[in-house]
């Protein structure tokens, strides 16, 4: 099956009883049992609901992989990924990371003794150097937030399989219509389904693809331990938003662009960072790793102020000052002071994260109208 097909019906049956085309909201926290552990496959809904399995099956199929295991926020399942680790453990990941991986891995389990390094990993050679015998996992994000730097999914991969170390991608920014890390030899691909897959911003979820035995199994031990599943209304409203998912992000990606070439020539524009841009220093590495250069786009103000980016932002009519981004709305915001704003300003600067950085996240809306909408903005 290829791609659009796959995104309507990967794992997909209509129910057996009624024939629904799409799988109900299974409301219920138990089963029925004929005798002890005598069931139909689900005894308790923490550890399985039907209509979890159902989005469990379609995000495996997206993304190529054996399992998908869905939890009740991206951060959640980040969270049961790092708890796959040890105390003493290390992890070697991006200096150019979304802020609440930042904040989980820094606050919550260096404390537990799982240390990090966080590297350019545009540049090969500072992963390789970081690597120690206590490297257990290499933590890739790519298109990077808020820059949009693309890292090589493969070239790194092959780097952890070299030192039998797993590797694991953040898949949200492209979702798996634009990218499949596993393809290109990740044993994980993680995702906030909030973003694009649910992409009607009216949803908070996670999401696990993988064909790696252990891992799974470490996984489906811990929801059923740990408790952080997602209901059956939030897995049917991530499912219903998955069909539209190539559709949706191919129009925003086209938005996207025009946007971008839109910033580029404004006089009041200092960096635009766009991996669609051939001026972009990975723009060849995205064209070869992406299926299109995504839907994200962010820019510098040459009045390099918090207080110019704070006019602009608040200026918009069309876009919406919010967090987030992957819906069919587009969305501006601030990754500084909003979600980036756990990480130090010293450690952000150093990052090339600028206090007038601007990031939007294009929706579906009509390319002109936002283009209208940015010009007043920064005109005003
Ligand atoms: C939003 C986001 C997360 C966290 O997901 P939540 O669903 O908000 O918990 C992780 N990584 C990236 C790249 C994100 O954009």
Sequence with gaps: MKFNTKAIHAGQENESTTGAVMPPIFQTSTYAQEAPNVHKGYDYARVGNPTRT????????LEGATDGICFSSGVAAMDAIIRMLKPGDH????????????????????????????VDMTELTKVEEA?????????????????????DIERLTT?????????????????PYLQSPL????????????????????????AVATSNKKVIESLRFQIKTTGAVPGPMDCYLTLRGIK????????????????????????????VHYPGSKKHAQHDLAKKQMKDFGAMVSFSLK?????????????????????????????????????HGSIPKDVREKAGLMDSLIRL????????????????????
Excluded: C
């Design 91 to 118: 992890v070697v990941t991006t200096n150019d990371l979304y802020g609440g991986s930042y904040r989980l891995f820094t606050e919550m389990f260096e404390p537990y003794g799982i240390e990090f390094s966080f």
């Design 183 to 206: 393809e290109l030899g990740a044993d994980i691909a993680m995702h906030s389904t909030t973003k694009f897959l649910g992409g009607h911003s009216d949803v908070i979820g996670g």
């Design 303 to 339: 009045d390099d102020s918090t207080e110019a980016a704070s006019k602009m932002m608040s200026n918009v009519g069309v876009f919406t000052l919010a967090e987030s981004l992957g819906g069919v709305e587009s969305l501006v915001s601030h990754p500084a002071s909003m979600t």
């Design 131 to 151: 690597i120690t015998d206590q490297t257990k996992l290499l933590w890739i994000e790519t298109p990077t937030n808020p820059l949009l730097r693309i890292v």
């Design 54 to 61: 159902a989005l469990e099956k379609m995000i495996a199929g």
């Design 361 to 380: 996240s294009v929706g579906i809306e009509d390319a002109e109208d936002l283009i209208k909408d940015l010009e007043q903005a920064l005109n005003s």
């Design 244 to 271: 539209t998912l190539a559709v949706r992000v191919q129009r925003s990606v086209d938005n996207a662009k025009q946007v971008a070439t839109f910033l580029e020539n404004h006089p009041k524009v200092d960096v």
């Design 159 to 175: 780097l952890a399989k070299k030192h039998d170390i797993l590797s694991a991608v953040d898949n949200t920014f492209a979702s």
